[in-house]
């Protein structure tokens, strides 16, 4: 199923928090209440996860989800293009 997807950046040597917002078809909050999602950033070539960790839900009444991650992280991750996925 095609979903919307913006561009994503992480800046070293500071802490990054990523907002998810889970929307049905009719652009509606989605309770995610309960859920477990897990964001895998993968590498542009598809062949290493570079990245793999829940979600923390915010407000998940409304859908908000947000990935926190800290400078120690993302330290060892060459800088690239990639992709990304929520489980």
Do not use: W
Not at 16 to 45: A, H, M, W
Not at 72 to 79: G, L, T, W, Y
């Amino acid at each position: 199923m095609p979903v919307y997807a913006k561009p994503l950046t992480l800046h070293k040597g500071v802490d990054n928090q990523i907002q998810f917002q889970f929307l049905n078809q009719e652009q509606k909050p989605v309770n995610i209440t309960g859920k477990e999602i897990t964001c895998r950033i993968i590498s542009y070539d598809g062949h290493a996860v570079l990245i793999q960790k829940a979600l923390t839900l915010q407000l998940p009444a409304t859908g908000i989800a947000s990935l926190y991650l800290n400078p120690a992280e993302i330290e060892d991750i060459v800088p690239q293009k990639a992709y990304y996925s929520l489980e």
